[in-house]
């Protein structure tokens, strides 16, 4: 099992970044993946999950409007849009996936996750 995220960077307050994660070794079609953060200092966190035909999405309230989770089952890869980031975004983000799962699952029945990749706003 392989997710490989990538995409991160560095933006400007303000600016976007679209995150990509492609997964191999899961039945990617019948998953529901997520997209998870974690900022220095702090506890990984939920950030937005969608179901296995991209029909439902779910997303943490601070995300709500500026994020937007989509997926292209052809190509077993998960994506993660972010527009106007601001600092608090700075973070590790983290794809993961949940075989069978529902998108209001917690962390802890994602079965799968990702290496992370960086993402850096700055003012």
């Known amino acids: 099992v392989q997710l490989q995220a990538s995409g991160g960077g560095l933006v400007h307050t303000g600016g976007s970044l679209r995150l990509s994660c492609s997964v191999s070794g899961l039945p990617f079609s019948s998953s529901v993946m997520g997209w998870f953060r974690q900022a220095p200092g702090k506890e990984r966190e939920f950030v937005a999950a969608?179901?296995?035909?991209?029909?439902?999405?779910h997303y943490a309230d601070s995300m709500m409007g500026r994020f937007t989770i989509s997926r292209d089952n052809s190509k077993k890869t998960v994506y993660l849009q972010m527009d106007d980031l601001n600092a608090e975004d700075t973070a590790v983000y983290y794809c993961?996936?949940?075989?069978?799962?529902?998108?209001?699952?917690?962390?802890?029945?994602?079965?799968?996750w990702g290496q992370g990749t960086l993402v850096t706003v700055s003012s």
């Open positions: 993961a996936a949940s075989v069978g799962g529902g998108i209001y699952y917690p962390q802890s029945k994602y079965n799968a």
């Open positions: 969608i179901n296995w035909s991209g029909g439902m999405t």
